[in-house]
Nanobody, 119 residues
């Protein structure tokens, strides 16, 4: 029902920046909220940032002030990551919430993109 194409990961040094992007193509239901999660080795997947359809944003405390989430009218979501730290190293996943006639479809995930920050 939905295809998610991520890009933008890579290897950077501490203090540098990266920008992730993810384009959502939904053939059936409208895309509402768009989210970025990350999963570090040996840890659970955690939400990093969220942007609603109306543009309201929220962030995990660990990235607030350093990361900025945004989206455009074509259902592409971006994550600008500044002042990266080694603890930001993880696989980053795009996730979108679809609004269905009966509720929500929340399990829509991108393939993941590796972000590695060296000290």
């Amino acid at each position: 029902q939905v295809q998610l194409a991520e890009s933008g990961g890579g290897l950077v040094q501490s203090g540098e920046s990266l920008r992730l992007s993810c384009r959502a193509s939904s053939s059936r239901y409208p895309v509402y909220h768009m989210n970025w999660y990350r999963q570090a080795p040996g840890k659970q997947r955690e939400m990093v940032a969220r942007i609603t359809k109306s543009g309201t944003t929220s962030y995990d405390d660990s990235v607030r002030g350093r990361f900025t989430i945004s989206r455009d009218a074509n259902n592409t979501v971006f994550l600008q990551m500044n002042d990266l730290k080694p603890e930001d190293t993880a696989v980053y996943y795009c996730n979108v919430d679809l609004k269905t006639p009966t509720g929500w479809d929340l399990e829509n995930w991108g393939q993941g993109t590796q972000v590695t920050v060296s000290s």
